[in-house]
């Protein structure tokens, strides 16, 4: 054994953590070397002086005079408090957390911005009707009548005739439709 | 099951009736908890701070958050594990604050040998010299332990000084034994090169 290894386990040693061949090796080492039986002989040292460090106890008096003491502040406070809600770590709590907010997040999206497959053409939302109606000034045929976007390829009826996806349509059109839409 | 374990177990029941009976409002009860570990949350103090006066401070207010708290006591460790948690962090956050108040921290306090109410009784014959020698050593005791972070000297106090077993430190500052040991090898380090001169 070398001395390094000596050092590094000489509290384990001392605290009777080693067991069997290694501890062999160690008494076997420390017959040979007086540097490490120096090392031992200070770290025991040390030990004994920590112990040595024990607490001066108060007297009698003054520990019996502790509980009476507490006991006024304790009447002064009145019962313990009943324990408030905590949350410990539960990893299912957690993960059910996380997906309630992760559903919320959506939820409001989904709800406040408009959905990616929305062009709206004059600012003007529909909403989410089941039934709507439209009035729309402009053109009302060919490639400049205004278009609606029956979203996410949801099929939608327009004046009695099925649509889906993106279509023109006619102003006064009233139809109902799966989704959001826009125009 | 040895003698000691028996008597840890039986312990540990008495402690969970007196919890019990301290929750439906039974003061007294508390009281003999308080007197059981008292000199206990004493010794944990006044080793982390070195001042009588503030350790008899601090083991009041840990006994009032434990009586505060006591119903969020969980019956899954012993009472004494989680008694000295609270102890420990008591302790750790009034040095915090005496800390940021530089103005009001604490200075351990070196105790006379002679005519010390709290000085123990094996020391109480010594004079003179040995006195002296004594009172410089725990002087320096004292100053190698302030060099320490709170969590190495906690670990030094509770196991070197207060004699508890790793396995019983690892419950209170919720680590592992392994983490345990290895601070108190640092810290063991440390102390022996500020004390060097007394261990020659």
Known sequence: M????????????????LAGRPADLYSAHLKDCPRCRDTLARARRLL??????????????YRDSFWPRLRERISAEGRPARPRFVLRFNPLSYAAIGAAAAALVLWISLRESPSPFFRPMEGRRAGRPANFAMAIAGPTAGKDAPE???????????????????????????????GRFEV | MSDNESKKLAD???????????????????????????????????GMVGNPAAADDLAQEIFLKTYRNIKKFRFKSSFYTWLYRIALNTVITRRKKLREDKHLELKPQILDIQGSPYLPARL????????????????DIRQALETLSDKHKAVVVMHDIEGIPHNDIAGIISCSEGTVRSRLHYARRRLREQLANWLE
């Open chain 2, 124 to 139: 109480q014959g010594e004079k003179g010299d040995r006195a002296m020698t004594r009172k410089e050593l725990r002087r």
């Open chain 1, 48 to 61: 004994e002086l920590l112990k040595d460090e024990s607490v001066p106890l108060p007297p009698a008096a």
């Open chain 1, 2 to 17: 070398l001395c390094k290894q000596f050092k590094k386990n000489v509290w384990d040693f001392l605290d009777g953590r």
């Open chain 1, 148 to 178: 609606v976007d029956y979203i996410s390829g949801r099929s939608g009826s327009v004046g009695g005739r099925e649509r889906a996806g993106t279509d023109y349509i006619l102003p006064g059109a009233t139809g109902s439709c799966g």
């Open chain 2, 12 to 46: 540990k029941k008495d402690d969970f009736e007196l919890v019990r009976a301290t929750r439906k409002g039974d003061r007294e009860a508390f009281g003999e908890l308080v007197r059981k570990y008292q000199g206990k949350i004493y010794s944990l103090a006044y």
